[in-house]
């Protein structure tokens, strides 16, 4: 059996990388492009015996790596990176390959911020801040503990930034990890393996193990030796996820879905909220903060909606190695029906639909991908199940409303809360509506700008906690406070 795929030139060896070897299992899973369908790797497909290898690795590589210095941890953490930035290229074909996103985004945007990941919580780890104080006269004295074994658990929209933004805080935090990357996009992880070994990260600091979610997610996230799980997925796998990690009280950090607002104001700049509403078709949907519920206020809806459905219109889909490609395929088959069992549902149940409604079947035929059309419904009863559940996909509904109540009051009526993107011309009514928003991240008059040092996570069902910035290590560590008597040292203190 081959241990390797080449993938667009580039070699990635298919096998788990457990306590800095290869290691293989005896059965592998096929990993399916969505651009054509071709299979390109049989990749090693891991279960209980792989999760015990790995967590046993993490466990005795932790006593070493939870003391080594913060400055040595950095050092290693900067030279990950290098390695990033050198193979920066590669990791942007393999990734375009292997999930269909855009290549050019791939390149300038998120293989970047990857990099990024390791540079910054090196850099947070050197600035954290060991607090002191007294309590009549005794010293309390705060520090950041590493915590032990983390398992990081991940989706596959895009597979190595979310990783990595784990990761990474993980590592600088002193933690060892095991990770399960998403097995519809399972190729990235294995080459920052090899990075992260020729960066010089200790062997079993850094482990993957590959495999399916309920074959190797699922006794990662149960074993009694993970002391961290940072996972980032569906509501439904958190909820497996939960249970398993109650039995034995581990700490969770769970970043969901969402069902995001885009909402539009009258006095808005009407071709900013425009670009904005169209920016939610990026990666064809597939992001957790895609505001895919666009409510805009009755006086200016006909002019919005017209010019909105002519730029959407102009979205050029295909390839997504090619430049002028705008939208991609989705993941897989499995996640096409999916999609389009929400959008033939809407449409059976009478919403309007402004454009698409279908998969581009010409260009399915003609590639073997799964391409779905971008799609805009309106006319929507706001109970019904395309405005209430997350689709992940190339799906936008349009709302109107008529005052600025009614337009909050539908923003926030949702049982997700990751984020919210709200366009205004006034920095008055600005500020009134952010403080009445329920979401993690609100974002207004832009979208998706985002600063590592910046808390990060969803309200109701979109997750439990916030990672980025000194949020990361209060998660990744266990805090400790040291209270020492003023006196009582032998004649030596
Ligand atoms: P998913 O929940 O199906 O899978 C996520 C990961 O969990 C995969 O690696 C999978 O193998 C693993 N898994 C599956 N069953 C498991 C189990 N029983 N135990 C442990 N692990 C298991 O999600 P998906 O379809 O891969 O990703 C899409 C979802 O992720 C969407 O809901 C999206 O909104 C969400 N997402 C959230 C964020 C965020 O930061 N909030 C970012 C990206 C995606």
Redesign the pocket.
Known sequence: MSHTAVVSGVEVDTRHWIGGERVASAETFDDVSPIDGTVLAQVARGRQAEVDRAVAAATAAFPAWSRTAPEERAAVLHAIADGIEKRLEELAQVETRDNGSLLRSHRRGVMPRVAMNFRFFADHLLRLHHDDFETRGHRNHVTWDPAGVTAV??????PLM?ATWRIAPALAAGNTVVV?????APLTASLLADIAAEAGLPAGVFNVVQG???EA??P??AHPGVRRIS????????Q??GA?AAANVTPVSF????KSPLLVMDDADLDLAVDLAVEQFDNSGQ???AAVRILVQESIADRFTEAFVERARGIVQGDPREEATGIGPLIGRT?FDRVDGFVQRAKAEGATVLLGGEPNTELNEATGGTYYRPTIFTGIDPTSEIVCH?V?GPVLTLQTFGTEDEGVAMANDTDYG?AATLVTGSRERAERITAQLSAGTVWVNCFFVRDLAAP?G?NGR??IGREGGTWSFDFYCDVKNSVFAPGGWNGNG
């Open positions: 658990i991940t989706p596959w929209n895009a979310l399960k990357p998403p097995e519809w399916l979610g309920v997610g699922a990662l996230t996972f980032t997925g569906s509501v439904p796998t958190a497996a996820v398993a970043e969901l879905g969402g992001v957790c903060l996640h997350e992940f990751l990060f969803g979109s997750g």
